[in-house]
């Protein structure tokens, strides 16, 4: 998922898509699309530092 936000301009400024659209296109609440992302970015942030 963390690809698809990518590719869908999620992490663009601005956004080119909303985490609710993004959510709905998982058929998953934005709130557990959004946990999946952070943990997600917390273990590329691990790799990044060594962790």
Partial sequence: MLETAYE???FDDPR???LQELAASADVSSSAL???IRR??????EK???H
Avoid: E, I, W
């Avoid at 997600?40 to 942030?45: E, G, I, P, T």
């Fill in 8 to 10: 869908r301009g999620y």
């Fill in 16 to 18: 080119a898509v909303t």
């Fill in 34 to 36: 959004g946990r999946r």
């Fill in 40 to 45: 997600a970015l917390k273990r590329l942030v």
């Fill in 48 to 50: 990044a530092l060594g």
